[in-house]
């Protein structure tokens, strides 16, 4: 079956660094999308991965390597804003997306 | 503000009641979608439509009965709801000919039935 896997929560320390790691095994591949998820919000697209490395954004980097299954998505000098719901998605073969339970991120002060 | 507007956005029924769910978007996207989002779950893909014809059905219960009328609009018909069908359902719309596959979500109506 398909399957992604991410840890269920995390705690971090405002201004520090966290990385939020995401493994799938799927049916093919064809992206691997990281969505935040603010409490009572809609979720919104932070990144999309299909290529092997690192993208940039602003604060917030997603790294993939396809050869392990594998993604994270690093999100640097932390704010209190930051604290939210992080899904990890992985498109299949079929373009279906799969999706992870959520990585939920408390940052404290 | 997404561009993807859902109402109402909490409803509360009896497992008798009969009630709609409605998403609208703004984004001039020709594919919609229906999640069912639960608790430390992933989220759960129930429908899809593309360009106003329903592509993909979940093996959704019959008590939830979809609807788009144009490629703007979706609606999620309830009836005859269990307890466990309480939560959040979220409506997303997506563009087809992009690449990427980037959904645009909807704030969610938050769904108990009692």
């Known amino acids: 079956g398909q399957n992604i896997d991410q840890p269920t929560e995390m705690t971090a320390t405002e201004g520090a660094i966290v990385q939020i790691n995401c493994t799938y095994q799927t049916s093919g591949f064809n992206g691997l999308f990281w969505y935040q998820q603010h409490a009572g919000e809609a979720p919104t697209f932070l990144s999309y991965?299909?290529l092997d490395g690192l993208e940039e954004k602003g604060r917030f980097s997603s790294f993939l390597s396809r050869s392990k299954g594998y993604s994270y998505l690093l999100l640097k000098e932390l704010q209190m804003k930051d604290s939210a719901s992080y899904l990890c998605?992985?498109?299949?073969?079929?373009?279906?997306?799969?999706w992870g339970a959520g990585t939920k991120l408390i940052i404290k002060p | 503000e997404t561009g993807v507007t859902q109402t109402p956005r909490h409803l509360v029924m009896g497992m008798t009641n009969k009630k709609s769910l409605k998403c609208e978007q703004h984004l001039g996207h020709n594919a919609m979608y229906w999640y069912k989002q639960s608790a430390k779950k992933p989220l759960e893909l129930m429908f899809v439509y593309s360009l106003e014809e329903r592509v993909e059905n979940n093996s959704v219960p019959s008590r939830f009965s979809p609807e788009c009328p144009n490629s703007s609009h979706l609606f999620l018909h309830l009836h005859t709801l269990q307890p466990e069908d309480s939560a959040l359902y979220l409506c997303?719309?997506?563009?087809?000919?992009?690449?990427?596959?980037?959904?645009?979500f909807g704030e969610g109506s938050r769904l108990t039935v009692l």
């Open positions: 991965n299909v």
């Open positions: 997303a719309s997506s563009q087809v000919s992009d690449n990427t596959g980037e959904l645009f």
């Open positions: 998605a992985v498109m299949d073969s079929n373009y279906q997306l799969i």
